[in-house]
């Protein structure tokens, strides 16, 4: 038995210039280094076949579309948008004389308890 000879860039070069000179645009190029082979596919390949029907994939879709409805809602719920959230009134700033009279009571309140007068 005779040793395969080995693959060199030449053949790769003659394998595509061939597909090209057979009018073919489009060729997949299996180059085999272990076995030393070169296989060329012409053509395209075929398009695949849709999937075969199953009546259980309706089911699934169903269930998952409501079950992202469900976290969905209970999302809103925990945490509405900004545009439906419930205002929360703040109170005013004390003013200047408010703050002064609350500094006041507080001293006063302070000075009657163990201070000497």
């Not at 057979?22 to 060729?27: H, I, T």
């Amino acid at each position: 038995m005779t040793k395969r000879a080995n693959i060199g860039q030449g053949d790769i070069e003659r394998a595509l210039k061939a597909c090209k000179r057979a009018g073919y645009d489009k060729a997949r190029v299996h180059i085999n280094v272990a076995a030393q082979t070169i296989d060329i596919m012409l053509g395209e390949d075929q398009p695949k076949a849709p999937p075969a029907y199953n009546p259980w994939d309706e089911e699934f879709k169903k269930a998952e579309s409501e079950a992202m409805l469900e976290r969905v809602k209970k999302r809103l719920e925990d945490n509405p948008p900004a545009s439906q959230r419930k205002r929360q009134i703040l109170p005013a700033a004390p003013s200047p004389a408010e703050v002064e009279a609350s500094r006041l009571r507080a001293r006063s309140r302070t000075r009657g308890k163990g201070q000497a007068p």
